[in-house]
């Protein structure tokens, strides 16, 4: 939560530090800021909301700036206002943070002790005021920050400009994401490498208890103990192009359409058709002992938590290993029965998630093996875990996770097939009939995506409803509630995701004549049951909007509405489908309603605070 960015060159900073901001909004967009230094000044411009409300406010900084620091927020501390907003500045600092300090409260009673007297409401001003004072006291950039790393609990990254010292900028890495971007004669960080790749393919990710000083020609970084070390910078792989809507209306519609493609990369990735065998190594499986496993454990929040859901359908079912799955936010603060034996496997699209990556750090501990599922390279979770799957969707940047979601899927089912083709659960016919299947999937989806009319006069019809339900069975459920957490993000309308056999058990009093009830029913192993279900539902005047098999006459007649979606034999890929029209639906209802599609109120993408 909350972006950072720094430049520092020999041309004016402004357009270059506003872009990097445009590129990290999704990780927060309550406020933003940009300061600069120019001629020993540094002159700051912030505002509270989008970014976009910066941009007037632009022309009043010296526009022949050549270094400065920008940041957009997802408040915690303080409300989401101008005061509150980065970068902060006090006696010639400016500084902008990403994270949390947790002994904020006695820091700041301490320093008010001392004479300083404070703006706002931030955690982040506390540690601009610390490092001011040290750097009064020691008079030494270094000898500052070696004081302030003693003092700070919790996670931040930050970045800090001293008008004493214009040739150089500051940064600092315990817990939340900083990558340093080389250019020539000029160079950069932030919190994603997304915010990057418009100058630079060149890029160094610190690791936690590292700082830096970046020059216009110079990197170097020490760690927090002082030892100096050796810069590792990558090429990225990430293009610009991947960064920008192409044309299409939202960046959430167009990770909906890059589904089919994401998948097939993965699927030609991950098989090896001609061996009949997964690629365990392009799996990261190889960095695992599969042999010791006796159980896995699950660990996710918010969409990639409904992942896992499904994915303990897939992993049971081939490999016919006991699959527990489970909140990050819950399991990191109880006391679960982990042994040697247990793979603990954390999902994340971000890699960034705090309770996940919390999780992790759990794990290891117990003597537990560690794999991550993930899509952003370099980021904390795969670090921290002994292996790591790596979906390489491409950026996500709607807030709403669409393809990541699919792409987490896949790559259950894969991991699913791999641990049954080792146990010998899964070969010979069975193993070819998944490969044959999964070779259809791409194709589906396309289809799906292109099935959008009846789902836009759903929309249509409904968009204007208080509440929703979801209902679905087996690798349905997942789906159910997946389709109402988009519901909900995006267009703000109730929504609840249910078992259809729980319905009975509470949820039916909700349904009246105006509660639309979305019935994924899949010509499945659970299909007669949802059937009595949606019975049920239609007994009290629910509204069926029934999604299902085309040919299936009864589902139409069934329903009051009808969204096709054709399904495979395998329920695991069959679901995945079927989460194609569940976020379309969710899409066309939310541009009905005219909300902020891909950065709805309140959300952040990677949520790297507890
Ligand atoms: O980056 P992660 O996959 O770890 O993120 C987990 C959740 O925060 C995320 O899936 C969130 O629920 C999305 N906004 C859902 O669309």
């Known amino acids: 939560m909350c972006g950072i960015v720094g430049f520092i060159g020999k041309r004016s900073c ?147 400009m001293l008008a004493s010292e214009p040739e150089a900028l500051y940064l600092m890495k315990l817990g939340s994401p900083l990558v340093i971007g080389a250019g020539r004669g000029e160079n950069y960080f932030a919190s994603d490498a997304m915010a990057l790749v418009a100058h630079t393919s060149r890029a160094m990710f610190l690791n936690d208890r590292e700082y830096a000083r970046i020059t216009e020609d110079t990197v170097d970084v020490w760690t927090f103990a002082g030892q100096k070390i050796e810069t590792r910078f990558i090429e990225l792989d990430i293009s610009s192009a991947s960064v920008e809507k192409q044309g299409f209306r939202h960046f959430m519609l167009k990770e909906i359409h890059e589904q089919p493609r994401v998948l097939a990369a993965m699927a030609k990735r991950f098989v090896d058709h001609d061996a009949k065998a997964l690629r365990v190594k392009e799996m990261g499986l190889e960095g695992l002992q599969l042999d010791r496993v006796t159980s896995i454990a699950m660990v996710a929040c918010g969409t990639a938590h409904y992942s896992c859901l499904l994915g303990k359908y897939m992993i049971e079912g081939s490999a016919g290993i006991p699959v527990s799955v489970e909140l990050a936010s819950e399991f990191r603060y109880r006391d679960p029965v982990l042994d040697a034996g247990t793979l603990v496997i954390a999902v994340s699209q971000s890699g960034e998630t705090a309770d996940t990556l919390a999780c992790i750090k759990h794990a290891k501990e117990r003597g537990c093996q560690t794999f991550a599922i993930c899509n952003v390279k370099m980021s904390s979770i795969p670090r921290e875990c002994d292996a790591t799957l ?41 193993l070819e009939a998944k490969f044959t299947q999964l070779r259809a999937l791409p194709a589906l989806m396309d289809h799906a995506i292109d099935g959008k009319e009846p789902i836009q006069k759903v929309a249509e019809k409904y968009y204007e409803a208080a509440n929703f339900i979801y209902m679905g069975r087996g690798t349905s459920y997942a789906i159910a509630l997946e389709g109402a957490l988009k519901l909900k993000e995006i267009s703000y309308i109730h929504a609840e995701g249910y078992a259809g056999g729980e319905l009975k058990h509470g949820p039916i009093a909700l349904i009246d004549r105006h509660m639309p009830v979305v019935a994924l029913a899949p010509k499945d192993h659970w299909y007669e049951k949802m059937v009595s279900n949606i019975e049920e539902v239609k007994a009290r005047q629910g509204r069926i909007i029934a999604v299902g098999d085309p040919h299936d006459e009864k589902l139409r007649r069934l329903g009051e509405d009808f969204i096709p979606c054709v399904g495979l034999e395998d329920s695991g890929l069959a679901a995945i489908v079927s989460v194609v029209p569940m976020q379309l639906l969710a899409y066309y209802v939310a541009v009905r309603r005219g909300t902020d599609v891909d950065q709805p109120r309140n959300l952040a993408k990677s949520v790297t605070v507890e």
């Open 14 to 160: 402004i357009e270059t530090l506003y872009e990097g901001l445009a590129r990290l909004e999704y990780r927060g967009y309550d406020s933003a800021g940009i300061a600069v230094l120019n001629r020993g000044e540094i002159a700051v411009e912030k505002t509270e909301g989008k970014l976009a409300l910066l941009k007037p406010k632009l022309a009043a900084l010296p526009q022949d700036a050549t270094r400065g620091l920008g940041h957009t927020r997802w408040a915690t501390h303080g409300a989401p206002n101008t005061t509150n907003a980065h970068p902060h500045v006090v006696d010639g600092i400016a500084l902008v943070h990403n994270g949390i300090i947790e002994n904020y409260e006695e820091l700041k009673e301490e320093l008010i002790k001392d004479g300083a007297r404070f703006q706002s409401q931030t955690d982040t001003e506390v540690v601009l005021h610390l490092f001011a004072r040290e750097m009064r006291k020691y008079k030494d950039v270094q000898k500052a920050l070696a004081s302030l790393i003693g003092r700070l609990r919790g996670a931040f990254s930050l970045g800090i």
């Open 390 to 430: 790596y979906m390489e969707c491409g950026p996500e940047i709607g807030v709403a996770s669409t393809k990541a979601f699919t792409a987490m899927l896949l790559a259950q089912f894969l991991f699913g097939l791999a641990l049954g083709q080792k146990r010998g659960k899964l070969k010979g016919a069975a």
